[in-house]
């Protein structure tokens, strides 16, 4: 243990030392009523930290079109009757999707593991219980958890049309598809790049609700080094799946979190921030996979001539008119889960 507070000092410096620090002496405290609660609260911190940026790992699998990462997942527990409950709370707007991993001994859970759940925007529930195999044994447990944005649940509309992302009766060209060379693979195989000017207006291609608007960085290029410079704007669907509007210009959102809009609503301007080879914009739908991956979907765009067509790399489309797209109610629930908070005194009931 001592040699690892070393090298995290070497690595990334005294403060997140002292965190780590602070931390083993909180599992130490636990630890001496029987209760390891401690390395998972270790290990959910170094991965918070690594989520939000303080520390780089090359293990980490790079994301072409990176989102901020504000804290999205808190876990916590409560002990009723000798029994160990764990409640997952989402803490933004989006649906996220949670996994949590146990290692255990003398103790049994009232669920499978891993053990992965979908979370309404706000929402807080119980995941599972934890209980022990033999009273008067010696138990204690460890557990990691990871979040990604999107829900697992979402069942995606798949006779919806989507509006090309731009003023109507405007062309652009399509510069990369889906399953493009350059980048579009793994959970971006399903995305659309427009070859598109700095500050070109980016209009919302479906409605729905904004759940993250970034638009803080200034800087991009053709190199991996960039991926966390991307600016963007993530709308929720009312199925569940979200659009991401990405490498968007400094300082060009017109939306904030909580905005309800429109399809054809202008969101953004469009940009070249991010890991991008040259001004676009990066259009995708997606949803979870689980608590660590996610998925782009292959979706369809009404153009001009009102057909709903597969956009293709190379080929040009001209945007319809607005009034063909008839405007939806979003929604942020997520079917099975409460829709308000668990308030702390029923927890403790």
């Known amino acids: ?20 620090r602070i931390a083993i002496k909180v599992r130490r405290k636990i630890s001496l009523l029987g209760v390891d609660y401690g390395m998972g609260l270790l290990k959910t911190s170094i991965s918070m930290m690594l989520l939000a940026g303080l520390v780089c790992s090359s293990a980490m699998t790079p994301r072409l079109h990176a989102e901020p990462a504000p804290r999205r997942l808190n876990v916590f527990t409560v002990k009723r009757d000798g029994v160990i409950h764990f409640y997952v709370q989402n803490l933004g707007l989006a649906s996220i999707t949670a996994t949590l991993d146990m290692d255990m001994t003398n103790l049994q859970g009232n669920t499978t593991f891993p053990y992965t759940t979908t979370l309404g925007g706000n929402v807080t529930v119980e995941a599972f219980a934890l209980s022990r195999i033999e009273t008067n044994a010696p138990w204690n447990y460890r557990y990691e958890n990871s979040c990604v944005i999107g829900s697992a649940t979402a ?41 598109m000017p700095v500050g070109t207006p980016v209009h919302a291609a479906r409605g729905g609700v904004v759940v993250q608007s970034k638009d803080d960085m200034n800087r991009g290029g053709p190199d991996r080094k960039f991926e966390k410079d991307a600016n963007c704007v993530l ?25 309800h809009v429109n399809a054809g609503d202008i969101i953004a ?16 739908v997606f949803k979870a996979k689980n608590g660590k991956e996610r998925l782009s979907l292959p979706v369809k765009f009404r153009d001009a001539s009102q ?5 293709e790399m190379g080929h040009t489309y001209t945007a319809a008119p607005l009034d063909i797209f008839p405007g939806e109610t979003p929604a942020l629930a997520v079917a099975g889960h409460p829709a308000a908070p668990i308030t702390a005194a029923k927890m403790l009931q």
């Open 235 to 259: 709308i929720q669907h009312s199925d569940g799946t979200i659009g991401i509007y990405g490498h968007l210009k400094h300082g060009g959102n017109k939306v904030k979190v909580g905005d």
């Open 1 to 20: 243990m001592i040699n690892l507070i070393k090298n995290i000092k070497n690595i990334f410096g005294y403060p997140l030392q002292r965190a780590v």
């Open 307 to 311: 057909q709903m067509v597969t956009l």
């Open 269 to 284: 301007l469009s940009g070249n921030t991010g890991f991008s080879n040259g001004a676009h914009l990066h259009f995708a």
């Open 155 to 195: 069942v995606p509309d798949e006779n919806y049309s989507y509006q090309l992302p731009y003023a109507p009766g405007s062309s652009f060209p399509v510069s990369q598809g889906y399953h493009g060379s350059f980048s579009h693979c793994g959970p971006d195989e399903f995305a659309i790049d427009w070859k």
